[in-house]
């Protein structure tokens, strides 16, 4: 930064769609510089200032960037409210990050909370790519959503955090383990498992994915909709994964 006559804060909810909040019940995460003129260098490496940005990253790829033609996560706006996400400075041995749609009620409370902030950056990247991809589930189909099987809801967030994490860290692979499960993964290059699906788009996935609360019901819609030369091994690509 240049020409710096006063105390700057510089902060990390410069977008429209999105804030990401620090500890304290409204507190946003930003940095406070020098009283200084010139350049201004900062390592933001191994701190706070780190997990803030990742955050801020990941965020911002899933509102503005490529997405795969994905559906964007809930947006700001008339009668609608700026998604919040807190970056929460300690370790959890429950969950690396949690998703609340109820908290967005009137924009103040945050919907997403992301933990554990010395994980690598990469792992960190790929837990809110994962909780957004919920907000986003649930901008799509709310009633689905909070009704469906914890299968239908931790595997699709978990192939959308496999699809565009590796975009931005190419040889990206999350665990797969219970619910969360690896069949959308397969279901694109057929890696993942032992199966013989592959060739479908994480858009075809996700429009199956609408309106769908159970298991079953997602793989026969995907069927339903798209042409796929690998469809008919579909029920047993699901039957490995549950």
Not at 34 to 57: H, L, M, V, Y
Not at 67 to 72: E, F
Not at 89 to 109: Q, V
């Amino acid at each position: 930064m240049e020409d710096l006559e006063e105390m700057q804060i510089i902060p990390l909810n410069g977008r429209y769609e999105f804030e990401v909040r620090k500890d304290g019940f409204l507190n946003t995460a930003g940095y406070g510089g020098p009283k200084k003129r010139g350049s201004w260098s900062i390592d933001i490496r191994n701190g706070e200032q780190e997990f803030f940005a990742t955050i801020f990253r990941a965020a911002h790829h899933y509102y503005y960037n490529n997405i795969k033609g994905l559906r964007r996560p809930p947006n700001n706006g008339v009668l609608k409210t700026q998604l919040k996400l807190r970056a929460v400075f300690e370790t959890n041995s429950d969950t690396n990050g949690s998703h609340c749609a109820a908290c967005r009620f009137f924009g103040i409370n945050s919907a997403i909370r992301i933990y554990n902030p010395t994980r690598n950056t990469m792992d960190l990247y790929g837990t809110i790519i994962h909780e957004l991809a919920h907000a986003s589930h649930w901008n799509m189909d709310r009633s689905g959503y909070n009704g469906a099987d914890d299968y239908v809801v931790e595997s699709w967030a978990r192939g959308v955090q496999w699809e565009l994490t590796r975009m931005v860290y190419s040889g990206y692979q999350p665990p797969y383990f219970n619910e969360y499960t690896g069949v959308v993964q397969d279901m694109i290059d057929g890696i993942s498992g032992v199966d013989q699906v592959s060739g479908y788009s994480i858009r075809q996935i996700e429009d199956a994915l609408d309106g769908q609360d159970n298991w079953n019901g997602w793989r026969i819609n995907i069927k339903n909709k798209h042409t796929n030369g690998t469809e008919n091994n579909l029920e047993a690509l699901f039957n490995i994964w549950k």
